[in-house]
């Protein structure tokens, strides 16, 4: 990929990204809706047996152990997300794209979801839990204010789907067993961070990974659509003697 190109792909990064937020600001449910829908969820759980978030939070909320993750859930979209792409874009063009194209597909396609379903996450939903982020020094995420992010967006968890999607990339552009093993254990830890420090629910996580997956697949597809196809040389005939 042509170096002089990175302005295009960071003026793209930055309309989608743009629109995506303007959006989860327009489209910001209110608080009673959003926790009629958060205890839908935590129902659905229970029935199904897997409602484990306030297990998880009180197995890690050690100090160090809520520091540690809430600096993962944290630096996950802001640090990890954009720092692996640029590499991608630098040394596998082709991870890149294909992490580019899943993205920003998934940015659009998870529009819709949480401007019909908007969700209270665990912190915000009056069920007992910690909003551990906002316990570190500097970070307030506690509260309803729309002007910086849309509070009720917990589903579908991008935090979860992106961190599946850079491990995948990742993992197939390096080289070597211990660093793969290393990028493929970033899904799972930002999984555990984004349930113990209160942000998402078991169900979010699920939303999160099948909407990326949908991202993945329509980026594909967009790929393929722009890729012109080759054109077939004909063959040369061969004249037999007569």
């Not at 316990?135 to 979860?160: D, E």
């Not at 789907?161 to 990339?169: C, E, I």
Request: avoid cysteine; proline fraction near 7%; glycine fraction near 6%.
């Amino acid at each position: 990929m042509a170096r002089k190109g990175w302005r295009r792909e960071l003026s793209l990064f930055l309309a989608v990204y743009l629109v995506y937020n303007a959006a989860r600001w327009i489209f910001v449910g209110d608080l009673p809706a959003a926790r009629a829908h958060a205890y839908w969820i935590v129902d659905l759980e229970q029935s199904a047996g897997v409602a484990v978030e306030r297990s998880v939070q009180g197995a890690f909320d050690a100090a160090t152990s809520a520091e540690l993750l809430s600096i993962v859930y944290l630096a996950a979209q802001f640090v990890v997300l954009p720092g692996v792409l640029i590499w991608l874009y630098r040394r596998a063009p082709d991870r890149y794209r294909a992490l580019r194209n899943t993205v920003v597909a998934t940015w659009l396609i998870a529009v819709p979801i949480f401007a019909l379903f908007p969700v209270a996450p665990p912190r915000l939903a009056d069920l007992g839990f910690t909003d551990m982020v906002s316990q570190q020094p500097g970070v307030g995420l506690t509260g309803r204010s729309t002007i910086f992010y849309n509070p009720f967006a917990a589903v579908p968890s991008l935090h979860v789907g992106f961190a599946f999607a850079v491990s995948l990339a990742l993992a197939a552009a390096l080289p070597r067993r211990l660093p793969r093993a290393l990028a493929l254990s970033w899904g799972p830890l930002v999984t555990l961070s984004v349930v113990t420090t209160g942000n998402h629910y078991v169900f979010d996580v699920a939303v999160g990974l099948a909407v990326t997956a949908l991202g993945y697949a329509a980026g594909g597809l967009a790929t393929r659509e722009r890729t012109p196809r080759r054109r077939r040389e004909p063959r040369a005939t061969v004249l037999s003697p007569a």
